[in-house]
């Protein structure tokens, strides 16, 4: 399927989901007549043309070990700037185009940067390809499937070696059948008609990997199964490996500026500095606590970009719920004009940092810590014990923690020390949260392992539901102090400042709502003991 991109360089791209099959075949062999198999009604006569491909990686092939294939190609009706990413069913192509022979350009490198970070990149192989294809169609000419007949010369730079080979490919267009079992039908009828007439599945999958010599561009090994009787250290290693996946994938949606990019990538370095932070005093590494350090800083930067935008969004809704729109739209331009031009700063250095040596360690510092090498080797001897009989003992005292913080909020003695309190009172509850997550049965996006089951995860509910009413509060509370802000430079500028009190009302009433639920929050919480570890 075909989409439209584009990304803050303003460089328009091509999206597509490529479903394709290949094959080696002699010298000799024909393409069969593929009339009449399965829904094909009738095919296209054959169309040759010449592309000239160069496909780009670093000398260590960071790309190829993520499968990611990023080549310039020339000739054919897709000419141009492509990177291939490995995907669920098929491939995902982005095109880009060709343009001038120059460097490569931002908008493609804004992709990859979070895998090759500051390794150059340079051409490793040269493909020329005679490709002859032909379309086949059903019965109402709906073009279904290509054949492309594919005779290939490929130079390996590094080595100089030319290797000359032929092979099919069968790609499915975006009009062949809707399902995934719908379509693998129409490949496997397709594939047993080429293999009769002697073609045989591919040993490569990819014409990279074939002019590489390697029958695969990069193989990921498949994560070992973890339990509650996994090592603690083992457990805690994969929630952080699979953050780290969670953080690399907003990376290049950062870049683009994509919605919720920001807010993605955010949680992600939360959830890191979480689980860091929670288990601790198991891991007892050097290496964790420069890491929880590092995040913090990364997520001191995120967070100033995410806040405008919080603002934002939280202005436009409250003025366009109300009935008065011209007056309020007046409101509204003030309100988000600032914001966005601060939101605009922010990301423009949040895109720096992202391009910078200390993210870029950053980011090798945590794969080698989820893979135990390098300075994160060795963690403490607690680490060593069975997962069950260790990661408790943390989550009963973080849970410990929010608690003694309720404490304090109740003690307050005025609204800005009460509103201090709930502010710390609303990131413990978050880290204890996270930190549960990391290690309990649940949503497969947020899951190492599932050490703790269905009775501990409700803690961690217990502990959202904290977090999300001060979360509230507090966004309310920044949201009045713009009204107010906003209207005395109105005011200044002699215009009506009515709608900003009546706005500053309902988000007050928002405010007091807030508060009601995270006292009810509070009373749940403080009955979930029940739910500790071991309780």
């Known amino acids: 399927m075909n989409q439209q991109g584009a990304n803050h360089q303003g460089m328009n791209h091509q999206v597509h989901v490529e479903i394709e099959r290949k094959y080696d075949v002699d010298d000799q062999t024909v393409v069969p007549d593929l009339t009449g198999v399965a829904q094909v009604a009738r095919v296209s006569d054959p169309e040759t043309v010449t592309l000239h491909a160069v496909y780009y990686d670093t000398a260590e092939l960071h790309l190829a070990a ?8 020339e000739g054919g009706s897709d000419e141009g700037w492509h990177i291939k990413l490995p995907g669920d069913e098929g491939r995902l192509e982005l095109h880009w185009p060709l343009g001038d022979d120059g460097p490569i350009p931002e908008a493609v490198l804004d992709l990859v940067l979070v895998h090759v970070r500051d390794h150059p990149l340079a051409p490793v192989a040269r493909l020329t390809t005679t490709r002859t294809t032909t379309c086949l169609y059903d019965d109402d000419d709906v073009a279904l499937a290509e054949i492309a007949d594919d005779l ?3 130079g390996d730079v590094a ?21 995934p079992r719908k379509r693998a039908a129409l490949l496997d009828a397709i594939e047993e008609k080429l293999e009769t007439a002697g073609a045989r599945p591919s040993a490569s999958v990819s014409k990279l990997a074939h002019a590489l010599g390697r029958e695969r561009l990069g193989e990921r090994e498949p994560r070992r199964p973890l339990s509650g009787k996994s090592s603690a250290g083992d457990v805690l290693r994969a929630a952080v490996a699979l953050q780290t996946e969670r953080l690399k994938e907003a990376d290049p949606l950062v870049r ?12 992600s370095v939360r959830r890191l500095r979480s689980i860091l932070a929670t288990y601790r005093s198991v891991m007892d590494s050097d290496e964790a606590k420069r890491l929880e350090r590092e995040l913090a800083e990364l997520g001191t930067v995120l967070g100033d970009t995410r806040d405008p935008q ?3 969004d939280r202005a436009r809704n409250l003025v366009r719920s109300q009935s008065n729109k011209r007056m309020h739209e007046a409101v509204l331009a003030r309100l988000v004009s600032d914001k966005e031009a601060e939101y605009r700063r922010s990301l423009g ?16 510092s945590l794969e080698a810590f989820a893979a ?37 909020v109740a003690k307050a003695g005025n609204p800005d020390e009460w509103n201090a309190w709930v502010h710390v009172v609303r990131k413990a509850a978050r880290r ?9 049965s649940g949503d497969t996006a947020f899951v190492g392992t599932a050490v703790f089951g269905e009775k501990v995860a409700r803690l961690a509910s217990a502990a959202e539901r904290v977090q999300d009413a001060l979360g509230e509060y507090r966004d309310s509370v920044a949201l009045q102090r713009l009204l107010y802000a906003t209207a005395e430079a109105a005011a200044e500028a002699g215009e009506n400042t009515f709608g900003y009190g009546r706005l500053h009302a309902l988000e007050q009433q928002r405010a007091d709502r807030a508060i009601e639920d995270y006292a009810r929050a509070q009373g749940g919480f403080r009955s979930a003991k029940k739910w500790l570890p071991g309780a």
């Open 66 to 73: 993520q499968r990611i294939v990023l080549r310039r190609r």
């Open 152 to 154: 290939v010369s490929a």
């Open 159 to 179: 080595t100089a070696q030319l290797r000359i080979w032929r092979e099919w490919e069968v790609e499915l267009t975006d009009d062949a059948p809707g399902s």
């Open 256 to 267: 683009q500026d994509e919605a919720g990019a920001v807010h993605t990538m955010r949680s």
């Open 310 to 312: 919080v603002m934002h």
């Open 349 to 364: 250095y949040l895109q720096r940092i992202l391009s910078s040596a200390r993210y870029f360690r950053l980011l090798d």
């Open 372 to 408: 135990g090498t390098g300075d994160a080797a060795r963690l403490g001897k607690r680490s060593a014990g069975r997962a069950t009989k260790v990661l408790g003992r943390p989550i009963a005292a973080d849970f410990r923690r929010v608690k003694r913080r309720m404490k304090a």
């Open 432 to 440: 204890l949260r996270f930190g549960i997550e990391a290690v309990t």
